[in-house]
């Protein structure tokens, strides 16, 4: 573990290297919430447990693994 800090807070962080693509929101989650902008990712919860906080570095903002999709597949 690590310790990241985003916005002036502190966050334990295990990092990861993956492969991201977008997808489009407003749909339902497989955890039963609807899917929002800038909150809501799409995760394999064998690798990324659901409710796991996530910061992107490179979109600069941290969502929350609510979702998992066909296409998503270990650290895809």
């Known amino acids: ?4 800090t985003v916005n002036g807070k502190t966050y334990n962080a295990k990092k990861l290297n993956v492969v991201a693509t977008a997808y489009c929101g407003s749909q339902k989650t497989s955890t039963g919430g609807w899917a929002k902008v800038k909150h809501t990712i799409a995760v394999d919860p064998r690798v990324i447990p659901y409710g796991s906080k996530i910061y992107i570095p490179s979109l600069g903002f941290i969502g929350v693994a609510e979702d ?5 597949k270990n650290k895809k």
């Open 1 to 4: 573990m690590e310790k990241i």
């Open 68 to 72: 998992c999709g066909g296409a998503i």
